[in-house]
């Protein structure tokens, strides 16, 4: 768990240069900081989808995803979530929900994520987690900027995810071939993409409820490859 802890840590340390920044820059600024992660977000999903191997896992991983997503409603949940730590810890700014969603998906949607939870979980040094905690700690610092104290809390579903990944490692080890990751990574960046349209304001897409589809994209790789 050191390397999701080593994460969790430069996220918070983002975060906090990035809100302190963040109250001396002038709107305009902020605002094109704002587009400018929306560009990342779409580039970084876009380049993670087109290196699937078979799109058909691809659609057949987001469509039933997506409804199982919708029927769960995953993303009202965890909305509820960071306005219940909004509340209880009297922050203010009025995305802090949306900073804290749009910090994790972006966090949490990358093969680095997967390969460095595998890595550190079959007891390797955790080299590509150190590598993507420098990544998202300057990303932290952009996104707090923008959308405020919610990037911080971001690390709360970080460290569940990320970490619990780390710890299942051991018996998933089997399981999650290089082809089966591909296809997990693919779907997490169109995942990435439609974070992307929301942050630009060129959509209202509920990608929080798409999740499901990483679940359903690992199975039916690894079914396939069998």
Known sequence: MVGTLVNVAAVIAGSLVG???GARLPARLTGIAFQGIGL???AIGVSMAIRT???LVVVFAIV???IVGELLDIDRHLTRLGEFLKRRLRLGGARF???MVAAFLLFCMGSMTVLGAIEEGLGRAPNLLLAKSVLDGFASIALA???GVGVAFSVLPLLVYQGGLTLA???LAGVLADSVVTEVSAVGGLLLV???INILGLGKLKVINMLPALLFAGALAWWLVR
Request: hydrophobic share 50%; charged share 5%.
């Open 64 to 66: 039933p995803g997506a």
């Open 145 to 147: 900027a923008t959308f």
């Open 53 to 55: 191997a078979n799109w």
């Open 97 to 99: 929900s949306e900073g």
């Open 19 to 21: 809100l302190l920044a």
């Open 194 to 196: 439609g974070l992307g």
């Open 40 to 42: 990342f977000s779409l």
């Open 169 to 171: 490692a051991g018996s």
